[in-house]
């Protein structure tokens, strides 16, 4: 009965292995490494939208207190308080939005 022989290769293909082992160990860092910054940024202007986004609902909840008060002071008013109420919430609709886009490309 014959011996097993274990596969011993040569030093050059050693040499190729190692180098094609360091490759990929580099290339995988790298890619960590870019995949890591990217959610870092994305995750800052996630922040950054909504920070607009909740100091827009503050103002709106505001405005929405004033127009209710001034309107208990002067009935009368409540139509033309209404309609500028309407258009302010949706100028601030509107930041919040430009806001977002300008974000989400800087």
Same mark, same amino acid.
């Given at each position: 009965m014959s011996e097993?022989?274990?596969? !011993?290769?040569?030093a050059g293909v050693q040499r190729r292995v190692q180098r094609e082992l360091t490759t990929i160990t580099t290339s995988t860092g790298l890619t960590t490494a870019r995949l890591d910054a990217r959610t870092e940024i994305e995750t800052v202007r996630a922040s950054g939208v909504a920070a607009v986004g909740q100091r827009a609902m503050q103002e709106v909840a505001l405005l929405t207190k004033l127009e209710r008060d001034l309107a208990e002071t002067v009935p009368a008013a409540v139509? !033309?308080?209404t309609m500028i109420g309407d258009l302010t919430a949706i100028a601030l609709g509107d930041v919040v939005l430009t806001a977002a886009r300008r974000i989400g490309r800087a």
């Open positions: 097993i022989q274990f596969y !011993r290769p040569s139509a !033309r308080l």
